[in-house]
């Protein structure tokens, strides 16, 4: 009976979803504002991103790229971290 209890307990305990985590491979695409950094990168802004949207994540002091779906979810904040609360346009371009 106590293993039943002990596995049940253990079941509900790995359930708990573990706080959202910038994917260390991309760190050389972090701040280079190039559009490299792919989805689940940590970014400055969303320069830094593929899809263009650097999402804020719920407590903490980082972004994550995120495709345009999924930029509130699993506790990420929406498009325009670093951006001043803009979100870069996917079709933007700069002009000299």
Wanted: hydrophobic share 35%; glycine share 16%; proline share 5%.
């Amino acid at each position: 009976m106590v293993r039943i209890a002990f596995f049940a307990l253990l079941s509900v305990v790995a359930a708990i979803p573990a706080p959202l985590q910038p994917d260390p491979a991309g760190a050389k695409n972090v701040g280079n504002g190039q559009g490299t950094q792919f989805i689940g990168g940590e970014c400055l802004s969303s320069a830094d991103c593929a899809s263009t949207c650097c999402a804020g994540v719920s407590g903490q002091s980082f972004g994550l790229c995120s495709g345009l779906g999924a930029q509130t979810q699993a506790g990420k904040t929406g498009c325009g971290f670093g951006d001043n609360g803009q979100a870069q346009s996917p079709n933007s371009t700069s002009t000299n």
